[in-house]
C-alpha cells in the first residue's frame, strides 16, 4: 500500500535563508514522486516531479528535491527563500503499476512562512 | 497551462438540495479525477475515470456520483447535499500519452453547503 508523511505541517523560514520541507514515501512498486504547491486562494501547480530518471530533481522557482530509495525520503529543499513561496505544499506519491489507474496519494501537507 | 475548467466556480446551496459541478477539459486526456480539499486533510480522492462511461470510487464517494457520457466533461453531483459537503472540489486530468501519473488541476470551485 502506498503512504505518505509529511513530517512538518508547519515550517517557517526567514527571506534568504534555506528551505527544507520533509517527505517520506512507503510504495509496493517502483513509485513516482510529485512535490505540489498551493497559494493562498489558488489552484494546484505542479512544482516537480521524480519519475526513476535522475534522482536529484530540479523544479520550478530554484526548488530541487531528491530521491533517496534507501531512506523512502523525498525532501523538498530551496537554497534561498523568498516572501511568494508562501504557500502550502503537497509531497505526493504515485505507483508506477497499470493497476492503479494514475491514482495519487496525497500528504496533508506543510505550511511554509516566509518571514522578513 | 492545461485546458481545464470548472463550473461553478463558486456555490452556496441549501441542506437537502442536488448540486451538480462540470469540469470540462480541452486536453482529449483519457483520465479524469474529482477531488474535495479540507484543512487537516489534504486532498481527497471522490470519483475518478479512466475513459468515457468508466469510473470508479475513491476514498470518499459516499454521498457522490459521477457522470462521464464524453470525453472532455467529468460530471459531479450531489444527490441531496449536507453541511459536510461544504468543501473545495478540484478537478484533475491526467494524460493517456503523459508518462507516470502527471495530474494538471483545475481551479478549484468553492461550495459552501447551509
Known amino acids: 500500500a502506498q503512504s505518505v508523511t509529511q513530517l512538518d505541517s508547519h515550517v517557517s523560514v526567514s527571506e534568504g535563508t534555506p528551505v527544507l520541507l520533509r517527505c517520506n514515501y512507503s510504495s509496493s512498486y517502483s513509485p513516482s514522486l510529485f512535490w505540489y504547491v498551493q497559494h493562498p486562494n489558488k489552484g494546484l501547480q505542479l512544482l516537480l516531479k521524480?519519475?526513476?530518471?535522475a534522482t536529484l530533481v530540479k523544479g520550478i522557482n530554484g526548488f530541487e528535491a531528491e530521491f533517496k530509495k534507501s531512506e523512502t525520503s523525498f525532501h523538498l529543499t530551496k537554497p534561498s527563500a523568498h516572501m511568494s513561496d508562501a504557500a502550502e505544499y503537497f509531497c505526493v506519491v504515485s505507483d508506477n503499476n497499470a493497476g492503479n489507474n494514475r491514482k495519487l496519494i496525497w500528504g496533508l501537507g506543510t505550511s511554509l512562512a516566509v518571514n522578513p | 497551462d492545461a485546458g481545464i475548467t470548472q463550473s461553478p466556480r463558486h456555490k452556496v446551496t441549501e441542506t437537502g438540495t442536488p448540486v451538480t459541478l462540470r469540469c470540462h477539459q480541452t486536453e482529449n486526456h483519457r483520465y479524469m479525477y474529482w477531488y474535495r480539499q479540507d484543512p487537516g486533510h489534504g486532498l481527497r480522492l471522490i470519483h475518478y475515470?479512466?475513459?468515457?462511461?468508466?469510473?470508479d470510487k475513491g476514498e470518499v464517494s459516499d454521498g457522490y456520483s459521477v457522470s462521464r457520457s464524453k470525453t472532455e466533461d467529468f460530471l459531479l453531483t450531489l444527490e441531496s447535499a449536507t453541511s459536510s459537503q461544504t468543501s473545495v472540489y478540484f478537478c484533475?486530468?491526467?494524460?493517456?500519452?503523459?508518462?507516470?501519473?502527471?495530474?494538471?488541476f483545475g481551479p478549484g470551485t468553492r461550495l459552501t453547503v447551509l
Open positions: 475515470s479512466y475513459g468515457v462511461k468508466d469510473t
Open positions: 484533475a486530468i491526467s494524460g493517456w500519452t503523459k508518462s507516470y501519473n502527471e495530474q494538471f
Open positions: 521524480y519519475t526513476s530518471a
